[in-house]
C-alpha cells in the first residue's frame, strides 16, 4: 500500500486542477502537472517564479498584491490569469494559507478550477459559469469579461471593438403564436447560427429574453458593417419549428469602442439604442448608435454596389506611367494604375475605391483584371514592334494572400502570350510582415515563373531589415516621401542614399517613385539610382499616349 505522502503525491499528479504552493511572498515552491497545463508553462520555468506575475497583465496591482497578504483563505470566482502564449483565461483561484509557526502564514496553497460550475438551485441543474443554459452561449457577465479583456488590448494597439446587439422583430408575436417552447427552440438555434458567424477572437453572447450580442475587434469600422452584415444574413434561412417554417429578422445595433463608450456598460446602452432606432425604422437592419457613422456605412454600400457594376460595364481602365533610365532618358518599364471612369463622377482614382476594394473583396476581382489587361497590352505593344518594356502590376494584400494568386499570374501571362521576365509584381512591406514565412514561399513561386517583384513604397512601412536579405525580390521602390524632401531635407536625402546604397548591397534594382523636379533627377542619378518614376518624365498616360511615348523613343 503507497504511503499516505505518496498517495497524496499522486492524487496531485494525475488531478486535473492545477495546484500550487507558494512561500509568503508568492514565490511559486511546487506545482502539479495540471498547473503547468493551465499556465502553459514548464515545472522549470514556474518554480522560483512570483505567481502574481501570471495575474498582472489582466487584474489591477491591488488586487495581485493582496492575494499574498491574506490571513484568511481567500476565493474567487472567476479570476483572468495570462496564459504562456499571452492569452487571458477565465478559472477560480482558491489561495488558503499555511500557518506553521505563530501566525503568520509561512506558505500559501492555491487551487486552480479553470472550468468553473455552478449549481442551479431553482432548476436543479448544474451549469458552466458564465454561461447561458438554453444557448450554451457566453452570458452578459462573462461577455461583459470579454469586453473588459478585449478593452485593455485595444488600448495597447490602438484598435477598435465593435459592440452589436440584437433582438428579434416580432418576437412576441412568434412567442404568442407558436409558444413558449418553440421560442426557445427559436432562440437556441439562433444562438447557434450566431455562434458559426463570429470568429475565433469574437464573443457571440446572450444577453436575456431575444436579446444578442457580438463582440467583435476591428480595425476599421467597415469591418464591423461586415459583421452586421453576416448577421442579418444569418438569420435570412428559415427556421424549422414544430414542422413549420418561420421567417425570422432582426435589429442590430451597433456602437464603437473608444468612439461611443469607454467601458462595457456605455457600449451596451448605445448598441442598445442604435437598435431601437433600427427597430423603428422597420426592422432588418443595422443601425450605429453615431449617427454620422450610418451615413458613412450607406456610402461604404453604395461604393461596394457602384464597383461591382462598373466591372461589368468595362468601366476600369488601366493608365501608364514611364519608368525611365536616368543615365540614357530610354523608357526602361511601365507601372499600369488603375482608374474608374465613372459615367456619372468622371475620373476616380485608386485612392478612393482601393481600400474599399480590398475590405469587401472585389480587389480580388479588379485585380484580376488589371493583371490580364497589363498583360495583354504590353504584349501587344512587343508585337507592333516596340522595344520590349516591362509592366509592373500592383498587387494588393488580399489579392497576394489568395491561394490561387500564383496561377492566376499564370493564366495571364498564358492567355496573352506575354513572356514572363515583362511583367512585375509591386507588393508592399507591410503585406509581408503577418506570416513571414509564408509569405516569402509565394514571393519564390512568383520569383521561379520568371517575373520580377519589387517592394513598393519602400521605407513607409514596418520594415525590418533583417528580414529584407531572406526576400526573394528583384527591385526596391524608394517610396517619393523621400524623394519629395531630397532637396530641403538633408536626413531624407541621407535615407534615400542609404536605400540606393543597400538595393545595390543586396544587387537589387532601385526604382525611385515620385521624382517632379529637375533637381530631384539630378540627385537620385548622380547617387546610382537605375530607375526613375514620376511627373517630371510624365504623368500617368492612357494608353494610348504611353504608346505616343515608345514610337518616339523607338
Ligand atoms: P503606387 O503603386 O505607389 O503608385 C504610385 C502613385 O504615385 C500613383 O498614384 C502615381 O500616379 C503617383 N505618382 C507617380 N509619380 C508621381 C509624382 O511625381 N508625384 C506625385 N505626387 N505622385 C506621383 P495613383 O495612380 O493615384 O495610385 C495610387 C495607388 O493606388 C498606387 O500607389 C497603388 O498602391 C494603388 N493602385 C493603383 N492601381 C492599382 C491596381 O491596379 N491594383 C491595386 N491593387 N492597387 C493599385
Ligand atoms: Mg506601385
Ligand atoms: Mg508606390
Redesign the pocket.
Known amino acids: 500500500m503507497a504511503q499516505p505522502d505518496a498517495l497524496f503525491q499522486a492524487v496531485l499528479e494525475t488531478t486535473s486542477d492545477a495546484v500550487m504552493v507558494t512561500d509568503r511572498a508568492g514565490i511559486i515552491q511546487r506545482v502539479n502537472p495540471a498547473f503547468e497545463k493551465l499556465t502553459g508553462h514548464s515545472k522549470s520555468q514556474l518554480e522560483g517564479m512570483n505567481a502574481a506575475d501570471l495575474f498582472r497583465e489582466y487584474n489591477d496591482d491591488e488586487f495581485c498584491s493582496g492575494l499574498w497578504a491574506g490571513k484568511e483563505r481567500q476565493h474567487f470566482d472567476s479570476v483572468r490569469s495570462q496564459h504562456a502564449d499571452g492569452r487571458a483565461q477565465l478559472h477560480s483561484l482558491t489561495l488558503t494559507p499555511v500557518a506553521h509557526d505563530g501566525d503568520e502564514p509561512s506558505q500559501y496553497v492555491a487551487l486552480i478550477l479553470s472550468e468553473t460550475f455552478q449549481s442551479d438551485a431553482a432548476s436543479g441543474t448544474t451549469r458552466k459559469v458564465g454561461h447561458d443554459p438554453l444557448t450554451g452561449l457566453p452570458d452578459r457577465s462573462l461577455l461583459a469579461d470579454r469586453v473588459g479583456q478585449n478593452i485593455l488590448t485595444a488600448k495597447r494597439t490602438n484598435k477598435s471593438i465593435a459592440m452589436l446587439v440584437m433582438g428579434l422583430d416580432r418576437f412576441t408575436v412568434i412567442n404568442d403564436g407558436l409558444g413558449y417552447a418553440a421560442g426557445d427552440l427559436l432562440l437556441k438555434e439562433l444562438g447557434d447560427r450566431l455562434s458559426k458567424i463570429v470568429r475565433q477572437s469574437d464573443t457571440a453572447a446572450r444577453l436575456d429574453g431575444d436579446k444578442f450580442a457580438v463582440m467583435t475587434p476591428i480595425s476599421a469600422i467597415d469591418d464591423s458593417v461586415i459583421v452586421a452584415e453576416k448577421v442579418l444574413n444569418g438569420v435570412k434561412k428559415p427556421f424549422h419549428l414544430k414542422g413549420e417554417d418561420i421567417f425570422a429578422t432582426l435589429s442590430v445595433g451597433l456602437s464603437i469602442y473608444p468612439t461611443d463608450g469607454q467601458d462595457f456598460d456605455e457600449l451596451l446602452k448605445g448598441s442598445l439604442s442604435a437598435m431601437q432606432f433600427a427597430k423603428q425604422a422597420g426592422g432588418d437592419q443595422y443601425r450605429f448608435f453615431a449617427s454620422d457613422m450610418n451615413a458613412k456605412a450607406k456610402n461604404r454600400l453604395e461604393l461596394e454596389k457602384r464597383m461591382r457594376a462598373a466591372l461589368a460595364n468595362n468601366e476600369f481602365v ?2 501608364y ?1 514611364p519608368k525611365v533610365n536616368p543615365q540614357t532618358n530610354k523608357v526602361k518599364g511601365g ?4 482608374r474608374w471612369k465613372d459615367p456619372q463622377r468622371g475620373m476616380i ?3 478612393d475605391f ?1 481600400p474599399v476594394a480590398e475590405e469587401t473583396g472585389l ?1 480580388v476581382d ?2 484580376t483584371w ?1 493583371l490580364r489587361e497589363s498583360c495583354r497590352q504590353t504584349k501587344e505593344w512587343q508585337d507592333k514592334g516596340y522595344d520590349p518594356i516591362r509592366m509592373s ?4 494584400a488580399h ?1 497576394f494572400r489568395a491561394k490561387d494568386m500564383v496561377d492566376k499570374v499564370v493564366a495571364a501571362l498564358n492567355d496573352t502570350g506575354l513572356a514572363p521576365q515583362y511583367l512585375e509584381l ?1 507588393i508592399t512591406e507591410s503585406m509581408l510582415m503577418n506570416d513571414i514565412d509564408a509569405a516569402i514561399a509565394r514571393m519564390q513561386k512568383v520569383r521561379d515563373l520568371g517575373c520580377g517583384l519589387s517592394i ?2 519602400f521605407g513607409t512601412g514596418y520594415s525590418s531589415l533583417s528580414y529584407l536579405g531572406r526576400f526573394p525580390i528583384t527591385t526596391l521602390k524608394i517610396d ?1 516621401a523621400f524623394v519629395r524632401d531630397v532637396q530641403e531635407n538633408q536626413n531624407t536625402a541621407e535615407i534615400a542614399r542609404a536605400i540606393i546604397g543597400l538595393s545595390r548591397g543586396l544587387n537589387l534594382e532601385v526604382v525611385a ?4 523636379l529637375m533637381e530631384h533627377i539630378d540627385f537620385l542619378r548622380d547617387n546610382g539610382c537605375d530607375v526613375i ?4 518624365y510624365s ?2 498616360l492612357p494608353a494610348a499616349d504611353f504608346e505616343k511615348m515608345l514610337k518616339r523613343a523607338a
Open positions: 488601366l493608365f506611367q507601372e499600369a494604375l488603375i482614382s485608386p485612392g482601393i480587389i479588379i485585380g488589371a502590376v500592383n498587387v494588393s489579392q509591386e513598393d513604397d517619393r517613385e515620385g521624382a517632379e518614376q514620376g511627373f517630371y504623368k500617368p
